[in-house]
């Protein structure tokens, strides 16, 4: 991983965004329970899953798309269980969707820009579009400032809608499976890209992914949903080798056949039966 020169973070301070006791339903449907997770700034969680494990309902709730049935979610001390998604958004957590959301018509620094138009100084003019394009340099967008966002490929639109969080200066950056489509080329550059961000801004990242290879290169930590609750939790050995999170992926018989003294390699769990989703739920 290419190493970058830590740039002055505005905020140096510890913060902790958390969910507590967290559970979620729609209508009988209990998508997540009992959930307690924690992020601090400066680190990076992975939280990975199987399809419909609650995964995207729990990235909700801590960005107030979703408000939960009960349990609480804070930053630090203050309670933002009930808060609107603008106001969570001003505490400093800024989130990507599953699928992107970008104003498609609109250039990839217009895109940036209105993230950029939300950071702490409020910035205008000859300022926003700086501070636009200073974000675009960080993700290597400025070659392609002036293109629509709609005639960009894939990758490149998740890059824009990264740059556009990043551009708030947030204190917490949520990612919803950022590889999601891309290529194994593009892949590694993102988990090159995730670590960078990380690093500079001194971020706590919080990164849902079904490209477990990427995951496991990125994550301080490592947390496994299933069913709507947390089965596991570790660095990605731990993971890797624990017996629930390979029956969530791979089914139990495949885990008991498997369950021999020598833990497979990491990488035997990309070999999981699903898909990558790409069903949207972040709309009710
Ligand atoms: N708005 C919603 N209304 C009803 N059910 C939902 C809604 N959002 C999510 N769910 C259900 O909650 C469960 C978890 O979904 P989700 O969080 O999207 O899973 P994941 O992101 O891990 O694939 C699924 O059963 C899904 O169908
Ligand atoms: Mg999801």
Known sequence: ???????????????????????????????????????RTGEIVGLIGPNGSGKTTLLNVLSGVYRATSGTVRLDTTEMT????????????ARTFQN???FSNM??????????ALSGGRPRGAALHD?????????????????????????????IEIARALATEPRFLLLDEPAAGAN??????????IGNIAQRHRLG???????????MRVADRIVALNEGAI??????????????????????????????????????????????????????
């Open 82 to 93: 009930k808060m609107a998604t603008h106001r969570i958004a001003q505490l400093g957590i």
């Open 1 to 39: 991983m290419t190493t970058v020169a830590p740039s002055a973070p505005a905020d140096q301070a510890l913060h902790t965004l958390e969910a507590v006791d967290v559970e979620v339903s729609f209508a009988g449907l209990r998508a997540l329970r009992g959930v307690d997770l924690h992020v």
């Open 231 to 284: 089965i596991a939790q570790g660095d990605a050995e731990a993971i890797s080798a624990n017996t629930a999170v390979r029956e969530a992926y791979l089914g139990k018989r495949w885990a008991e056949k498997h369950s021999s003294a020598t833990p497979p390699p990491t990488t035997d769990l990309d070999d999981r039966p699903t898909a990558p989703s790409d069903t949207d739920k972040e709309t009710p």
């Open 205 to 215: 990242i919080l990164v849902i992914e079904h490209d477990l290879r990427l995951i």
């Open 100 to 102: 992107i959301r970008l």
């Open 184 to 193: 194994e080329v593009e892949s590694a550059e993102l988990t090159e890209l």
């Open 107 to 116: 250039t990839v620094l217009q895109n940036v820009a209105v993230g950029a």
């Open 131 to 159: 501070a636009a394009m200073a974000t675009m340099t960080e993700l290597d967008l400025t070659g392609i400032a002036y293109r629509r966002a709609v005639t960009l490929p894939y990758g490149v639109r998740r890059r």
